[in-house]
């Protein structure tokens, strides 16, 4: 009888797995993330990616400052009427408004506070990683960012 009910439990527990319904999922942006610079290959920032009201949004939470460079950077090349404009770069949100739709999330907004351009923006997570692309116009730039520990 023990075999039997013990059977059953793992054909249910089975069946659930394959259904995926006990599984995480893969496919979310949401948490903390190493952002990793697409032209130098070095990591730059832990973003933390969370839902508010329905949004995706980003914030800076660490910054990986190489010996030299100011330790306490701002967005100095913001546009005037952005209000992240000369503001600690630590800290700021620089992902805004992403929807969530087929396991993409787009229709919102990156900030590259370095550089101070704003692009559209779509995400999604291939092979655990989140990859990161900004449009301008049909410019676009892909960075690849890995989950953070």
Known sequence: MKKVLKLCVFSVVFCFLSAGLLLADNTSIVGKWKTIDDKTGEPKSIVEIYEKNGKFYGQIKELFIKEGDNPD???DKCPADDPRKDKPTKGMVIVQELTKNNGEYSGGT???PKEGKIYTCKMWVEDGKLMVR????????????????
């Open 73 to 75: 950077p701002t967005c």
């Open 110 to 112: 990156i900030l590259d």
């Open 134 to 149: 900004g449009y301008i116009a049909f410019f676009f730039r892909t960075q690849t960012w890995q989950k953070a520990e």
